[in-house]
């Protein structure tokens, strides 16, 4: 008797766990009076009842403030639970919904983060503060207007075509999803803390998204907190002579640490620390005295050449150089790793061994424009002397 006692106690205990517990009367009265659900008739939904169920939950505006006892519709594809008086939802256990409004409630906490089939999302007027829509691949329509969210992150979402974000208190949003051209309906006005949002095209978006506030503007890298680049840094080592003109296009003149700032190849800032070494770029200014010809500068290595064909006077190395023959010439001055080219300077003997004491002076070289050009091999030049004098030559060189 005790034994059968026993067995007829277990058995309702046993009935009792598998129902789903559901402990808001007017959301259970919903499911249980929905034949498709309670497919069994009774007064409570089993588990194997909401398992199975694929279809809709329709529980619009019945003062439901909790919807525990979802969970266990892992099959579900449409929930519509808008103006209620929720405070939090979690559908995470809902892995095949598609569709879920769950708009007009007091809504702080809104997790849809296994819900990769989710297509349609409204969760406006609300209080969320964030909402992580980052697993959410397939969607397509995001209603999120009138909560409080800071930083809205939609870089994941590239089936993205239609977005409202009105009135979120937003100071940060990346919509950089890599098919913007698609997100055809885009709103994202009375957010005044907003100054940048990130996107794929900067024209693009300008053009086609005109629902923004004055303040704000688009850009490929916002650098803010909800930014989608990743900061790269590097320190570089340059030694220049003279000047050098770094990644960005800044000119220095001077040793020193400077920064540069460029794009990378994700069009993402990369900061490149220069380590900079300028050392001094020698004088190329030659004095010429009949036929010798003086580099000025001192302490350096020199190298004369034959200005017509650019070719160096073997053995000619030192500062001062007296040419034989009539031609120009010129020096290459070398201190360390810098070095200058003097101009040509013309030597003319006017008769055999006798020197011209006055040689006439290469002014300047231009071409057949008459634009000043230094020598360039096949190519026509114009060659002006300091006595009026103009050649025109065509120095060959293979």
């Known amino acids: ?19 789903v517990y559901i402990p ?36 619009y505006g019945l003062s439901i403030s909790d919807l525990t006892g979802i969970e ?29 409004y769950c708009h007009s409630n007091q809504l702080t906490s809104l997790d849809v983060s296994s819900n990769t089939a989710l297509a349609w999302l409204q969760c406006q007027d609300n209080q969320l503060t964030s909402l992580d829509v980052s697993n959410n691949t397939a969607l397509t329509y995001l209603h999120c207007s009138n909560n409080e969210i800071i930083s809205l992150d939609v870089t994941q979402n ?14 940060c949003l990346n919509v950089q999803n890599g098919n913007n051209t698609a997100l055809g309906d885009f709103y994202a006005t009375d957010n005044p803390n907003l100054t940048c949002i990130e996107v794929d ?9 005109t629902f923004i506030d004055s303040q704000t503007s688009f850009s490929t890298d916002c650098g803010n907190d909800c930014s989608a680049c990743t900061l790269t840094s590097s320190i570089d080592s340059h030694t220049a002579c003279g000047s050098y003109t770094a990644p960005d296009g800044q000119v220095y003149t001077s040793t020193g640490i400077y920064t540069a700032i460029i794009d990378n190849a994700a069009g993402c800032d990369s900061v490149i620390t220069i380590d900079l070494t300028i050392n001094p770029t020698p004088s190329g ?14 302490g350096a290595t020199y190298e004369w050449l034959y200005c017509d064909d650019e070719s160096i006077i073997v053995g000619e190395t030192n500062q001062s150089f007296t040419p034989t023959t ?11 790793d810098c070095f200058k080219k003097s101009d040509c300077f013309l030597v ?34 114009l060659y002006i002397y300091d006595d009026g004098k103009v050649e025109r030559k065509v120095i060959i060189k293979e």
Not at 5 to 16: G, N, Q, T
């Open 1 to 19: 008797m005790k034994t059968l006692l026993l067995i007829l106690l277990l058995v309702p205990m046993m009935s009792f766990g598998q129902n």
């Open 24 to 59: 808001d009367a007017n959301f259970k009265f919903v499911l249980v009076v929905n034949t498709a659900i309670n497919t069994n008739g009774d007064s409570e939904i089993q588990v194997s009842e909401a398992s199975a169920f694929t279809g809709t939950i329709n529980c």
């Open 72 to 100: 266990a519709f892992t099959a579900l594809g449409y929930l519509a639970c808008g103006f209620n008086q929720l405070t939090s939802l979690d559908v995470s256990s809902c892995t095949a919904l598609t569709t879920l």
């Open 158 to 171: 590239t089936a993205l075509t239609y977005f409202f974000a009105v009135n979120t208190q937003l100071e």
């Open 201 to 209: 095209d900067v024209n693009y978006s300008t053009a086609n998204w």
């Open 285 to 298: 200014a030659v004095t010429q005295n009949g036929a010798t010809l003086t580099a000025t500068q001192t």
């Open 326 to 336: 009539t031609g120009s010439y010129a020096v290459i001055v070398t201190i360390g």
């Open 348 to 381: 003319d003997f006017t008769g055999i061994g006798e020197l011209n004491n006055t040689p006439k002076q290469l002014i300047k070289i231009v071409d057949v424009l008459g634009r000043e050009t230094p020598f360039k091999p096949n190519t026509p030049l």
